[in-house]
């Protein structure tokens, strides 16, 4: 199963060594999801990092980074998409495009159209949301 990360979610995972987010990434592997994201979201995460001081950049190249495949950016999809935040656009472009089953975002105001639903077949889930719902499917 493939989950793209956005940038809440990696931000999250390094700031809170106990929550869903951080657990998405430590487990992924052992529950057999591939975790990816975009260039994009890792400059964003990067760029935000100094906000949660010296552990935060630990978690990530300790924690975060390590576990996670980056796939292009991609700015255009070959379907129709309304999605009015022009700046969240190319993440769930660069998602779609790489095929990801699942969008992982903390972004309620953003992707607050799509939170809990899907877009061309891709969930779109906060990391909680997911866990429970894999928990549910006895899954994990």
């Known amino acids: 199963m493939t989950l793209f990360l956005d940038t809440s979610m990696l931000i999250s995972a390094c700031g809170s060594e106990n929550g869903a987010s951080r657990h998405v990434c430590e487990s992924g592997t052992s529950h057999g999801w591939r ?13 935000n990092l100094p906000r949660l001081g010296t552990q935060g950049l630990s978690a990530w190249e300790e924690h975060v980074e390590p576990r996670i495949e980056f796939v292009p950016d991609i700015i255009s999809l070959d379907k129709a998409l309304v999605f009015e ?9 660069s998602a779609l495009a790489a095929e ?5 975002t903390l972004d309620r105001t953003d ?17 909680a949301e997911f866990l429970t719902e894999q928990r549910s499917l006895g899954r994990i």
Do not use: W
């Not at 935040?85 to 472009?93: F, G, Q, S």
């Not at 990801?100 to 992982?104: D, G, K, R, T």
């Open 35 to 47: 975790l990816i994201t975009s260039g994009y979201c890792r400059n964003e995460t990067l760029r």
């Open 85 to 93: 935040k022009a700046k969240d656009r190319p993440v769930l472009v």
């Open 111 to 127: 992707f607050h159209a799509t939170l809990g639903s899907q877009v061309y077949g891709m969930l779109v889930r906060t990391p």
């Open 100 to 104: 990801a089953e699942y969008l992982l």
